[in-house]
């Protein structure tokens, strides 16, 4: 299986590991350490050799920050993470809720002068800026990692092999992305520290982060149309000639060197540039990764690769649905559902991995929003219960995510209401057709206006963007609060409202859409407007649904939805799982 049960918290050490912390502290003349989740390319996902916040701290999540003082510290986690983040990490850190509270205000009551130390590789410029603004009255230390010199057996870097992206499914020549964005340039070059932006230019995958095809690199991309690629030769070496005449190769140990050699203006993204490529540079300018939106705008070929992928992933959900429902309750637990799924996965033989580990949440362990079962937590799914699963994949052609929540026996009513509000936002952001210009701030209200109305609501955001074989959670778009980037034709998000009730159950329903223009209407003033496709053909359970809660318009698009399911996807399916699927999409 790609995904293991081993449960890699130890609470139990992040006491003794602070206090080893701590000695680190006092030998070098610091007050503090910053210890973020991030690694030297500033992506989302880390290899194991970059997990010392979690080895450190125990806490697994894939976003969060601690910080080290003499006398206090604290894990700072968002609203993802409230309650993982008790189980998983000693009394002796303190829990804060971020970005409520903000590294800098949480640091600047903890410690009112002194040195805080920092990885230089590991903060970005933005965030050393907003440090340095706010603590004026502290010194910001760069300094070699305090915790690897504490982690005994910390792992080596990847190595993985890189392999090319094929050109019918980038849609796009590498030499024609490179000399197109080489055009927008406003300065002499542009340094590329994400990896799957550098993937995405260069049309190439890779295997150095799990359930995320993307090697570990930088690159730097000059005016003169021509990209400098800064990674391991052995890595490279499957390629071939893939790369061409307007790629140069170098090894990783030069890039700083060469940097500084530059001449003419350079420009970084101080979102995701770590302050030792800015140091480098000595005076770099500001501007956005210029892989960003172009990467987030699919190419024809991305989208019918996704929706390929789509279909396919599909037709395993629902024989995956169908084995559930056969299943008397009480007899499976979370771990033998995550098996069952990734073998329908793995039985279509063109899984290349998961996109993520897979969320299985029965019960109570439904409200912890990014829950991991393991052989310690793993539990029965008992009758009467609520089961969340989501999960995706990887393919070739594109990355899925789907999150379907599933009533074991028979649902409560606060189920069922709670699921019936939480529905209407995922309809209400479907259905929407929307000025072009509007960014996801303008959209996120829609999913939560149901459950506003019963006071009720949601700690993360409603969509983030999704790569075409690449990260499930890519940039820039996104629906939530803080999204404020427009979103345009060709961008690919997440529909995903949610419910929680800590101690009870959790609630998500997620289908993935596609921006796409929207048909002019007779008398339309607007110049252009946007709306969704659907992109995911998978049943939502309707068991879980009070239909007086709905409106006509709302049971209409249901309706709808489940005939598209069953039209798309029974034609594929054996007799058996047929007959599920069409009592599954009966009309309500």
Partial sequence: MFQTFVETASPDQGPPRLTALREQLAETGLDGFLIPRADAHQGEDVAPRDERLSWLTGFTG????????????????DGRYRVQVKAQVADVFEKVDWPETSLADWIGTALDTGKLGFDPWLLSVDLHRALADKLPD????????????????QPAPPQGRVFAQPLDLAGEPHADKITRLAKDLSAQAAVITLPDSIAWLLNIRGSDIARTPVPHGFAVLHA?????????????????DHLGPQVTTRAPEDF????????????????????????????????PDPCLLPKAIKNAAELDGTRAAHHRDALAMVRFLAWLDAQAPGTLTEIGV?????????????????????????GANGAIVHYRVTDSTDRPVGEGELLLVDSGGQYVDGTTDITRTIAIGTPGRDETQAFTRVLKGMIAVSRLRFPKGLAGRDIDPFARAALWEAGLDYGHGTGHGVGSYLSVHEGPQRIARTGTVPLEAGMILSNEPGFYREGAFGIRIENLIAVQSAPKLDGQTVPQMLEFE??????????????????????????????????????????ATGQWLSGACSVI
């Fill in 62 to 77: 894939s976003a969060g920050w601690c910080v080290a003082l003499r006398e206090r510290a604290a894990v700072f986690v």
């Fill in 138 to 153: 502290l010194t910001l230390t760069p300094t070699d990692n305090l915790v690897d010199a504490i982690w005994p057996d």
């Fill in 224 to 240: 003169d149309a021509t990209v400098t690629l800064y990674m391991d030769a052995a890595k490279l070496a499957d390629l071939g």
């Fill in 256 to 287: 700083l060197t060469d940097l500084a050699a530059l001449t003419g203006p350079v420009q970084i993204d101080p979102a995701s540039c770590p302050v030792a490529v800015a140091d480098a540079l000595g005076d770099p300018k500001d501007g």
């Fill in 338 to 362: 995550v098996k069952r799924l990734e073998e329908e996965r793995r039985a279509t033989n063109a899984l290349r991995d998961i996109s993520f580990e897979t969320i299985s949440g029965s």
């Fill in 534 to 575: 659907t992109l995911t053909w998978v049943p939502i359970d309707t068991r879980l649904i009070d239909a007086t809660l709905l409106t006509e318009a709302e049971r209409n698009w249901l309706n709808n939805y489940h005939k598209q399911v069953y039209e798309t996807l029974a034609p594929h399916l054996d007799a």
